[in-house]
């Protein structure tokens, strides 16, 4: 049971980025998924998660309207895209998977976890 997540790297205030949680070993379509980031210093928060049905979704205050979720099947890969990026995102983003029905912003449901991909947002 593996995850791991890419498409971090260095983006202007403004711009968008599209994170990928892959998976291997088990379906994506089995667990509720959420993204994670840790910025230095500061605690891990929840930023946005959407349940295996797709049902229940939750997103940071300061995600909303900015962040989405997405799911490929055929890929076994969950997205987040994320629109007028703000430097206050700049962080280790990871994401995170629990057999839950439902959305929650607390990590310790979370059993598996990716290594993490890091995201810049500067000028």
């Known amino acids: 049971v593996q995850l791991q997540a890419s498409g971090g790297g260095l983006v202007r205030p403004g711009e968008s980025l599209e994170l990928s949680c892959a998976a291997s070993g088990f379906s994506l379509d089995e667990f509720t998924i959420a993204w994670f980031r840790q910025a230095p210093g500061k605690e891990r928060e929840g930023v946005s998660c959407v349940s295996n049905s797709g049902s229940s979704t939750y997103y940071l205050d300061s995600a909303k309207g900015r962040f989405s979720n997405s799911r490929d099947k055929a890929k076994n890969t969950v997205y987040l895209q994320i629109n007028t990026m703000k430097p206050e995102d700049t962080a280790v983003y990871y994401c995170?998977?629990?057999?839950?029905?439902?959305?929650?912003?607390?990590?310790?449901?979370?059993?598996?976890w990716g290594q993490g991909t890091q995201v810049t947002v500067s000028s």
């Open positions: 995170a998977a629990a057999r839950l029905s439902s959305c929650t912003g607390n990590k310790n449901w979370y059993s598996y």
